[in-house]
C-alpha cells in the first residue's frame, strides 16, 4: 500500500528531446507528489510537487501531469539538455493538507542520460 | 543549497561498532527526518522528529535511534552496524508543509 513505482529505470534522450518519467500509487491517502533530482555524490534536490487537486504543474522545462483516477503521475522535461543528466525519483506523502510533514515514500529512481 | 548540512560525509567504521550521524537543519524547521539510501535505490525512511519528539517510524530495526535537539537539529544513532547498514544516510527538514530539503547525506561504509 505505501509503494511507489517508478519506470523507467533508465532513459536516455537526446539534446533538445522531451524525457518522461512515470510512477503509480496505490495509497489514496497520499496528498502530495514531489520529485527530486539527484546528482551523483548529492542528496535529493526538490525540483516541482503538485497536490492531487491539479491535473498539470509546470515550472519552466518541467512538468507535472497528474491522474488522479489512474493513481499515477509522470515528469516531464522538455527541451532537456546534457546538464538534466541526472537521476529522477518521484515521491509521495500525506499530510500535506493538515500542515504536517509525513515520510515521503520513494519510487526507485530514474537515471536520465541526456546524450550531447 | 539547502542550508541542511551532515557530518561527517563520509565514514568507515568496522561491523559490530556504534556510529552517530549529524544534521543541522535549515532555519525555522522544526521537522528532520532521516533516509538511508543503499547504491542504486530509492531513499527508504527511518524516521521522523518533531520539536524533540519521534514523529513516525519506518521499518528499521530499534538499534537505529534518533534525537532532536531544541536547536532542531538532529542526530542518527546506529548500534551493532552490519555490512548492510552501508549506505548513504540523509537527512531532509521541514518547515511542516510537506516540503523536505535535504542535505548532501553521510556515506557510511561497515567493513
Known amino acids: 500500500q505505501q509503494q511507489v513505482k517508478q519506470s523507467p529505470q533508465s532513459l536516455i534522450v537526446q539534446k533538445g528531446g522531451i524525457s518522461i518519467i512515470n510512477c503509480a500509487y496505490e495509497?489514496?491517502?497520499?496528498?502530495?507528489f514531489p520529485w527530486y533530482q539527484q546528482f551523483p555524490g548529492k542528496g535529493p534536490a526538490l525540483l516541482i510537487a503538485i497536490r492531487p487537486d491539479v491535473s498539470e504543474k509546470k515550472e519552466g522545462r518541467f512538468t507535472i501531469s497528474f491522474n488522479k483516477s489512474a493513481k499515477q503521475f509522470s515528469l516531464h522535461i522538455m527541451d532537456s539538455q546534457p546538464g538534466d543528466s541526472a537521476t529522477y525519483f518521484c515521491?509521495?506523502?500525506?499530510?500535506?493538507?493538515?500542515?504536517?510533514?509525513?515520510?515521503?515514500?520513494f519510487g526507485s529512481g530514474t537515471q536520465l542520460t541526456v546524450l550531447p | 543549497e539547502t542550508g541542511v548540512t551532515q557530518s561527517p560525509t563520509h565514514l568507515i567504521k568496522t561491523r559490530g561498532q556504534q556510529v552517530t550521524l549529524r544534521c543541522s537543519s535549515q532555519s525555522g524547521h522544526n521537522t528532520v527526518s532521516w533516509y538511508q539510501q543503499a547504491l542504486g535505490q530509492g531513499p527508504q525512511f527511518i524516521f521522523q522528529?518533531?520539536?524533540?519528539?519521534?514523529?513516525g517510524r519506518g521499518n528499521f530495526p530499534p538499534r537505529f535511534s534518533g534525537l532532536q535537539f531544541p536547536n532542531y537539529s538532529s542526530e542518527l544513532n546506529v548500534n551493532a552496524l552490519e555490512l548492510d547498514d552501508s549506505a548513504l544516510y540523509l537527512c531532509?527538514?521541514?518547515?511542516?508543509?510537506?516540503?523536505?530539503?535535504f542535505g548532501q547525506g553521510t556515506r557510511l561504509t561497515v567493513v
Open positions: 495509497n489514496t491517502a497520499f496528498d502530495y
Open positions: 531532509a527538514s521541514s518547515p511542516g508543509r510537506g516540503k523536505a530539503f
Open positions: 515521491a509521495a506523502s500525506t499530510g500535506f493538507a493538515s500542515g504536517s510533514a509525513r515520510q515521503l515514500t
Open positions: 522528529y518533531y520539536r524533540e519528539e519521534e514523529n
